[in-house]
């Protein structure tokens, strides 16, 4: 892009009406849009809610805080991903076709850059979804995008000043039904997830300079999810290549449908993706290209004491997988006193999703909660994320740290002290974690 990255941002939230123009003269494609703005400022959202819903949870009355399982929480990543390039596109094809009932002027180039950076306070302020509590936050910020919107209308799709509320009110409703029509597509099959989401990045992909524009994409998301080597950045650029290309083999598939008078040309776009390709490629851009090994869950197991906070061990497991091209390991064990005291204590190594760890303590995100029956605080302790959650009334809780940006170690407890919680976590030989990562 002509204009860096933090500077547009700065610019279009700061300086709107001196951004608009700048916006509307300078020379760019729709692929240097979505790859190079689009993508990165989604991702702000998408990750920051991922760690949000699984390492500090939503508090649920009289449940108490519920957390999402790490694969639940990576399917549904994927696609509000997916569903955000499709709902750019769609409304910047709108605003593209209104242009001429509001005196304005076609042009979708124009009708994506003033949609995308409309979006811009919303995408940025996606960040307050790594404290699920504050994502309403998100909503409030993301009203100022209409604002943007009425201000970019009259510069970059050329309709007069005193149409541009007409046009700005008749655009964000619809725009409402196509993000209701959107919701209920992203519930049905993750089948959808193909089509929509890649013939969006094949529209993308068709408007694109190419090797430049995946080069800056692959550069921004390879360094924001950890990634660092010129080896991580290729196999984002893969990654992006391969949806790119599954993106114009389903429009191709669609269009020659449509030729033949198909009665279903979706569902033959739909079939010429390959998802298990797809949803790798997703999940090698959410690694941040990086090829971790995780730990076997066996030397996991080994860190599981026979007793903690004086209780025995009644059992232990473990487990390792991939999927979407994302690796992890975890080990369980299960403590108790024969009566009602019990603690589960968990050793997970996040393996390919250790950056969005690395992500999540950058932003330092600290809370703290009190209540007359319990307290719930993040804090940052000799430089790793730290959650506590305690209830007095039922002796319950649950404390967990992040380590070295990798390895989550959560103690859960009933019918214990709150000091019996810290105390099991500090009984645990953790510092062996550090030699056992090994990473490509």
């Keep these: 892009m ?67 399982g ?122 959808g997830l193909g089509f929509l989401g890649l013939g969006a990045m094949g529209k993308l992909s068709s408007h694109s300079d190419g090797a430049a524009d995946t080069a800056v994409a692959a550069g921004v998301l390879s360094s924001m999810f950890g990634g660092k080597s010129d080896a991580d950045r290729a196999r984002v650029s893969d990654a992006i290549g391969k949806l790119g290309r599954m993106g114009e083999e389903a429009e191709r598939a669609e269009k020659a449908a449509r030729a033949s008078g198909a009665s279903d040309p979706g569902a033959a776009a739909g079939s010429a993706v390959d998802m298990n390709t797809a949803l790798n490629a997703v999940g090698q851009i959410m690694t941040g290209g990086k090829d971790v090994q995780p730990v076997d869950f066996h030397r996991l197991k080994d860190l599981l004491p026979e007793t903690i906070g004086g ?36 050793i997970t190594d996040l393996g390919s999703l250790s950056g969005l760890a690395g992500l999540a303590a950058k932003f330092d995100p600290s809370m703290e909660k009190e209540t007359d ?26 404390v967990s740290v992040i380590l070295n940006n990798r390895f989550s170690v959560t103690v859960n407890g009933s019918s214990v002290d709150a000091g019996v919680l810290t105390g099991a ?3 645990l030989d953790v510092g062996k974690l550090a030699t056992m990562t090994a990473a490509k």
């Excluded at 700065?10 to 729709?30: H, N, Q, V």
């Excluded at 042009?107 to 979006?119: E, G, H, I, M």
């Excluded at 991939?322 to 369980?332: F, N, R, V, Y």
């Design 2 to 68: 002509a204009h860096g990255l933090l500077a547009r941002i700065k610019g279009i939230l700061l300086s709107p009406s001196t951004e608009w123009p700048l916006i509307a003269a300078e020379p760019t494609t729709a692929g240097s849009i979505y790859l190079g703005y689009v993508l990165p400022l989604v991702a702000i959202g998408v990750v920051a809610t991922l760690l949000g819903t699984t390492l500090i949870g939503v508090t649920v009355p009289f449940i108490g805080t519920v957390r999402t």
């Design 70 to 191: 790490i694969i639940a929480a990576v399917l549904t990543a994927v696609l509000q991903f997916v569903f955000a390039f499709v709902i750019v596109w769609l409304i910047s094809w709108l605003v593209d076709v209104l242009a001429p009932t509001f005196g304005g002027q076609r042009d979708s180039l124009r009708a994506l850059k003033v949609t995308a950076y409309s979006y811009t306070p919303a995408w940025v302020a996606g960040i307050f979804h790594l404290i699920p509590m504050l994502g309403i936050l998100a909503f409030v910020a993301g009203l100022y995008g209409l604002y943007l919107l009425y201000l970019g209308l009259p510069v970059l799709m050329r309709c007069p000043q005193d149409k541009s509320i007409g046009y700005t009110i008749v655009t964000v409703l619809c725009a409402i039904v196509m993000a209701v029509v959107i919701g209920v597509l992203s519930a049905c099959a993750i089948g």
């Design 311 to 346: 209780l025995r061990r009644i059992e232990a497991s473990g487990q390792s997988g991939e999927a979407m091209g994302i690796k992890g390991s975890s080990a369980t064990a299960r403590y108790g006193d024969g009566a009602n005291a019990s603690i589960q204590v968990e």
């Design 373 to 398: 029956t319990g307290y719930e605080r993040t804090t940052k302790i000799n430089g790793q994320l730290v959650h506590e959650r305690y209830d007095r009334r039922a002796r319950s809780g649950e």
């Design 425 to 427: 976590l500090k009984e």
